[in-house]
């Protein structure tokens, strides 16, 4: 079980969370003037990155709050945490 | 290269010299620097792809690259079952595609994959399962795989472990059996089919990780670039299973691909228990018994992208809860091992199979947690249509466009395995 890093709350068991996805993906707009390129890429197509990987998790069996963290997918550890809206470390 | 033949005579005689005088299954060949097709990937899928090339559309120059070594990826890291009880109609046409290959593979392939049709049987616990799960009886039928509801007392007579009591949390309303259903001996899969293969002259590489895809001015491939030296051809099947992502961003065709960790146990072996394959989808457990004699028993993807092959304890044990209330004799079963596979899963929960906008590159991937049951069918497809560049009729649904489009085969509820 992963030990996930809140930024609001400090460490914590993987079962107080649920995952959000990929990070950092913008709601195409206006909807009606969007074309099915990128309607596909929003909906469907993921870096799925192999190494470092932006995502998002909820702290929902906590505080409650989104936030975005970056994690290994090679071996799992978290590299760092960071709020929503905020600019992806570098 | 001529194979020695395997029969219960061979295996007798053989014995006789304490079977020293076998030959080596596959040979360990050098890549050649040239190939008329090159499959990324020496899994089942992969290796029953360039099988099918070889034997059914003539092609003998081919090469098939595994980074690891044959059997060591996800063929030897399910949980055997195969089953076509899927919903849709394109669905159901390609899993029992895949039925009907296994039925006869062992002999095909003169090795015994140890195919079991000992029937796969999925559990209805709510009202909401037993109209889902009833629909799905009734659209198999209507498209020839067969199918039958059973009553709570039907499905404890088929399977006498099953507890029908009325006071667990989710108890048993009643089943579908897919007689047809049933398991096989996944690594006999791999190795069944590396022997053919290699007996029809295929290149089967080991240790061989590819790198880079090169391609042309025209924008098609000319060859890949791996750990071994660059290999030059025209055509590329890239079959890479959780990889795929990884592989096809070397080309820069986009895959709606994410790779999850899928997870599965197995308990000290016993005597012969448990006669059949039990699924549930509502309380999430599956589980049959190996000739082993080990309980296999799967669990579910973990909620995160990754790579690593090992997921969290927390969800093998949510399985095991499930698992101690349907069956309560296993409560005081060990397990012996545990581990973990990395699955591509698409958005729609059905794999694709198809050329890309790349000429001569096309890919076979999204099998997501299902993959094994699909292995002869899917490979047997995918070689049809690398040989003739275009889809046969049963995959020609399973595009990467049809992301694209919106025409999805949403099997979400079919796949059996909570995402």
């Not at chain 1, 009606?32 to 929902?60: Q, S």
């Not at chain 2, 022997?195 to 001015?217: F, K, M, Q, S």
């Not at chain 2, 002869?376 to 694209?404: K, M, Q, V």
Request: charged share 20%; with cysteine; aromatic share 10%.
């Amino acid at each position: 079980m992963l030990l996930i890093p809140c930024p609001y709350c400090g460490e914590r068991p993987e079962v107080e969370f649920t995952h959000g996805g990929e990070a950092h993906l913008t709601r195409p707009s206006p909807p009606a003037e969007v074309d099915a390129d990128t309607w596909t890429k929003f909906l469907y197509m993921r870096n799925n990155a192999k190494g470092v990987y932006a995502e998002r998790w909820r702290h929902a069996r906590g505080c409650g709050k989104f936030f975005n963290a970056l994690r290994d997918t090679t071996t799992d550890h978290f590299i760092a945490v960071y709020k929503s809206g905020e600019a992806r470390p570098q | 290269m001529r194979k020695q033949g395997f029969s219960a005579l061979s295996l007798i005689w053989r014995g006789l010299s304490q079977h020293q005088s076998w030959q080596q299954q596959w040979r360990k060949p050098e890549p050649k620097k040239r190939y008329d097709a090159v499959i990324v990937g020496g899994g089942g899928h992969g290796l029953g792809a360039a099988y099918y090339l070889a034997s059914e559309h003539g092609l003998s120059n081919i090469a098939v690259l595994e980074k690891g070594w044959i059997g060591g990826g996800n063929t030897g890291r399910n949980t055997t079952i195969i089953r076509s009880n899927y919903l849709f109609n394109e669905s159901a046409a390609l899993y029992d595609h895949s039925v009907k290959l296994w039925e006869n593979l062992s002999q095909v392939l003169n090795y015994n994959v140890m195919f079991s049709q000992r029937g796969v049987m999925m559990l209805a616990h709510t009202v909401h399962d037993i109209q889902v799960i009833k629909r799905h009886v009734h659209a198999n039928r209507c498209n020839g795989v067969d199918n039958e509801w059973l009553e709570p007392e039907q499905a404890k007579a088929f399977c006498p472990p099953l507890n029908l009591s009325r006071d667990i949390r989710y108890p048993v309303l009643g089943a579908a059996l897919q007689r047809r259903g049933g398991t096989a001996r996944h690594d006999a899969v791999a190795w069944g089919y590396a022997r053919a293969a290699d007996a029809l002259g295929v290149d089967i590489i080991e240790n061989c990780e590819v790198t880079g895809i090169r391609r042309g001015p025209s924008g098609a491939v000319e060859g890949v670039e791996t750990t071994r030296g660059y290999i030059q051809s025209a055509k590329v099947g890239v079959s890479a299973a959780g990889h795929t992502s990884v592989v096809m961003r070397m080309t820069g065709v986009e895959v709606p691909l994410e790779s999850f960790p899928l997870q599965a146990l197995v308990s000290e072996p016993v005597k012969p228990i448990f006669p059949c394959v039990v699924m549930s989808n509502t309380i999430h457990a599956y589980i049959s018994q190996s000739d082993k004699g080990e309980l296999v028993i799967g669990a579910g993807t973990d909620a995160y992208n990754s790579y690593t092959q090992r997921g969290a304890l927390h969800i093998n044990m949510h399985t095991l809860d499930a698992i101690c209330e349907l069956f309560p004799e296993f409560r005081r079963l060990r397990m012996l091992r545990n581990w973990g596979g990395i699955v591509d899963v698409t958005p729609d929960r059905s794999p694709i199979i198809a050329k890309t906008k790349v000429p001569g590159l096309y890919v076979n991937c999204g099998w997501g947690t299902g993959g094994f049951k699909a292995t002869p069918g899917s490979a047997h497809l995918f070689a049809f249509t690398i040989a003739r560049d275009e889809p046969h009729p049963i995959n020609a649904p399973f595009t990467i466009e049809r992301f694209h489009d919106g025409d999805l085969i949403d099997e979400a509820a079919a796949a059996a395995v909570a995402h």
